[in-house]
């Protein structure tokens, strides 16, 4: 067998079900679900549309570069979303449709790294799990690196020495950050890039909550961004990957794209053929829809704002809750353990939210995961205020 499938880490969700087992919450109360990272509110009916009319598409095997028309229209998007230069990204060369960005993110590590090198894959903590199972399965040893409030909720990449960063193979980059809603600016992006260049590594960098943004006027710089205003207009050792799953309310479409260098691009296709994973028809005619309208993005963060502010107010008195930049979580500080806090809300107040310490991993003496806890802002407006009135009842009777 693989090695790293005995590696493999239980999934949060798993940690969390094991959490509650034996759990009675008062029937009383309905169950609120803030653990998961699944948005609720409804899918665009332009993209439910666009499947429908195209479910003719089922008949034929799809290419896994997919459209040209798709990969047009996400050139299109990404030059505007990140004020690239007109004509940089080229769509034949520099875009692929993924079928979500999670199986993107597995699988540009199995692509880049080399196995016989000794390499490490450095990603933060805590972090989105796929990354440390890609790594392990690609025969690399994942690298850790605390995203402490100090520090922004950011890795501390100046502490990073030059032999880790030589053993460095892959970086994964989550800007806005999942748990922490932080947002990387782009002078530290350009630093990466640099340092990318200077030893030799691939920076992956997942972008797929960069479309929920607090400050309409503010939005989240991007890698490519980033490249191009260093004067990397081929985006060398770059690779960014955007998901319509929290953008458009679709997870369950499975679409996103990866773009960046044509070389790393170029490779990643030829791995994707063998892998089988060409985005069916309906799918990418309903992604095109998706990418090429910004109406239901805007009033999809006008919903995000709101929950924001009404929870943040009844939350505030009680917990030290802050909306973050981006994202939909807030990930406060608890007053008691974070798997207790957890296991104890839902006994009491059958609200579910995710303990910090099950999204990281302990290092060096410390667990950036610890004593926080992750509250996913997903179900509707109403169902939100009444959480927070019941986690704000739990903490007051602490
Ligand atoms: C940080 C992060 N990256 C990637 C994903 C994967 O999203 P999808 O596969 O739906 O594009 C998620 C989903 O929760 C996530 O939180």
Known sequence: MNPGIAQLQPYPFEKLAALKAGCEPP??????????????????SLITEALIAHLHGLAVYPSTRGLPALRQAIADWLTGRFALPAGSLDPER?????????????????????????????????????YEGAALLAGAQPHFLPCLPENGFFPDFASVDAATWDRCRLLYLCSPANPSGAVLDLDSLSRLIEL????????A????????????????????????????????GCICFHSLSKRSNAPGLRSGFVAGDARLIEQFY?????????MP????????????????????????????????????PVLPVEAPAAGFYLWPRTPIPDTDFVRRLFAEQNVTLLPGSFLSRPHNGQDPGANRVRIALVPPLDEC??????????????
């Open 385 to 398: 205020v009444e959480a927070a009135w019941r986690i704000r009842r739990f903490v007051e009777g602490l």
């Open 94 to 130: 520099q875009i692929l449709p993924v079928n979500g960005t999670r199986e993107a993110l597995f699988a540009i590590a199995q692509a880049v790294v080399d196995p016989s090198r000794a390499p490490l894959v450095l990603m933060p903590n805590p972090f989105y799990q796929i």
């Open 270 to 278: 030829a791995y994707r053929t063998y892998h089988g994973c060409a």
């Open 196 to 203: 990318a260049q200077a030893h030799d590594f691939v920076i």
């Open 281 to 316: 028809l309906p799918t990418q005619h309903a992604s095109l829809a998706a990418w090429s309208d910004e109406a239901h993005v805007r009033a999809n963060r006008a919903l995000y704002r709101e929950k924001f502010a009404a929870v943040v107010e009844l939350l505030a």
């Open 27 to 44: 029937r009383t109360l309905e169950p609120i679900a803030l653990y998961i990272g699944e948005p609720r509110h409804p899918t665009p």
């Open 205 to 236: 960098s997942d972008e797929c909550y960069a479309e929920l943004y607090l400050d309409e006027s503010t939005p989240p710089p991007g890698l490519l961004q980033a490249a191009a205003a260093l004067g990397n207009t081929q985006f060398t």
